[in-house]
């Protein structure tokens, strides 16, 4: 194993409660210098961050609320779709009320792998007038820039958290009923390769930059761990790095 992997574990494990003085946890008559704070609540590691996900997909089983004919995106996705299973279907012979255009997004969390589940939001881009009921057929999703392989799959019921009802004139609705989720609605199929190792050094990143802040985790780095050594860069960044002689 690596040095640097060895250093980063025993990092991860023993600085969590370095103590810092800042708002903290400890009252500070019970700390004389200063309540403790875990650094991994105020910085995290460079390298290891989420990735978006998205791509176009269709929501099936409305009832009577999907897209319009003004609106032929998702009538075209259904032929384009049935047409893999050796069905025809003339597009203008279709008036499907029962399905909706939508944008189908997620957060593929550092460290994600295959057969892991995440969420996944689901928002109409076409007229539908609301995606209550409906049921996300399965829908790769990709990252920015990169349509040559998945990297998760989406489909299941949607969850919109409302209603819209319409009845002899009236109408009553209750929160957003065009942008629902699917709770675990998505299956990880790729891995994203995360580095956090850069020149031998890995960097904590402050999610609230500060100079103060960064100089106190780099002084309780060295002053917990002497086989490390820490500086802070600037106000948004602290360098770990292993000293000389180290095995």
Known sequence: M??????????????????????????????????LVRIKDIARLRGVRSNQ???????????????????????TAIANMVKEFGISLDLSQLNLKNVALVLV????????????????????IGDAKSLQGGYLIQTPLYPAG???RAY????????????????????????????????????????????????GRFVLELMDPDFTTAERIAKAINEQLPDLSAVAVDGGGVEVLAREGII
């Open 152 to 199: 998760a799959v989406a489909m299941g019921p949607i969850s919109i958290g409302g209603f819209n009802v319409q009845q002899g004139g009236s109408k009553m609705q209750k929160n957003h009923v065009n942008v629902g989720t699917i709770p675990s609605g998505a299956i990880v199929e790729r891995g994203v390769d995360t580095q956090y190792e850069f020149d």
């Open 105 to 124: 997004t997620a957060e593929l969390p550092p460290f994600a792998r295959p057969g892991n589940r995440i969420d996944v939001t689901v928002s109409s």
């Open 53 to 75: 996900l998205m791509n176009v997909g269709v929501v099936v089983g409305l009832e009577g609320s999907g897209d319009s004919r003004n609106s032929p995106g998702a009538q």
């Open 2 to 35: 690596k040095l640097v992997t060895v250093l980063i574990s025993v990092f991860l494990v023993l600085i969590a409660s370095a103590q810092m003085p800042s708002v903290g946890l400890v009252p500070p008559a019970e700390q004389p210098n200063g309540p």
């Open 146 to 148: 990169d349509r040559s």
